[in-house]
């Protein structure tokens, strides 16, 4: 099983459609989940870190499914602004450094 | 609002040539990372740093790759006698700390630095 695995999409949705995407991991000692975003050759920027209980930012909601090893993503209202790479990103053990998966495509169409 | 940069943006080089990526991390920042992205690929792990000394680095960062702080600022990736699958997007990144209880701190990524090896 590949560390950080993610459904690579793309996913092409309308303006306001809500989408989610999901991500797994391998290692159940992970303790640190993030979601990038990545524009076309460009860095990943951080979108929001993923916190236990979840958490919300705006229109994003990212939830931590430790029993079954996967985090979640969720996009309301969808923007042309929000196409992009969504990036799945966990340490798999202890301190170790991030590991990136290879990301799900999003295009957000009028 | 703090940044990571990185120079220069893009480099072409002849197989076998010397190249040496340079970073300044956000200045209150204690770890130190390079990853690279090989073009329609992942963002992959090289080496991270700290404490003036490699903490972790990867199959990838082999005797091909060193890095070093040469000063209070930069932070620098020297790739020697480059091969043609050298050719990425090689990012430095920074982290303020490593957050407790065995989780990792969140990166912050410079724009990048386009390697092309011919």
């Given at each position: 099983r590949k560390e950080v695995e993610q459904d690579p999409g793309p996913f092409n949705v309308p303006e306001g459609a809500t989408v989610a995407f999901n991500c797994t991991y391998?290692?159940?000692?992970?303790?640190s989940f993030f979601w990038y975003r990545q524009d076309c050759r460009k860095e990943p920027k951080l979108l929001m870190s993923v916190y236990s209980s979840g958490n919300e930012d705006g229109r994003f909601t990212a939830q931590l499914n430790r029993a079954s090893q996967y985090i979640s993503l969720l996009i309301r209202?969808?923007?042309?602004?929000?196409s992009a790479t969504y990036l799945c990103v966990v340490n798999?053990?202890?301190?170790?450094p991030l590991v990136f998966g290879k990301g799900t495509r999003l295009s957000v169409i009028a | 609002e703090p940044e990571v940069t990185q120079t220069p943006s893009h480099q072409v080089t002849q197989m076998g040539q010397e190249v040496i990526l340079r970073c300044v991390p956000i200045?209150?920042?204690?770890y130190f990372y390079w990853y690279r992205q090989i073009l329609g690929q992942k963002v992959e792990f090289l080496v991270s740093f700290y404490n003036n000394e490699i903490s972790e680095k990867s199959?990838?960062?082999?005797?091909?790759f060193s890095v070093e702080r040469p000063d209070g600022s930069n932070f620098t990736l020297k790739i020697r006698s480059?091969?043609?699958?050298?050719?990425a997007m090689y990012f430095c990144a920074s982290s303020e700390a490593r957050a407790q209880r065995g989780r990792t701190g969140e990166l912050f990524f410079g724009e990048g630095s386009r390697l092309t090896v011919l």
């Open positions: 391998s290692n159940s000692a992970s303790q209202d969808s923007k042309l602004s929000d798999i053990a202890g301190n170790t | 200045s209150n920042h204690l199959e990838i960062f082999d005797d091909q480059t091969k043609l699958e050298d050719s």
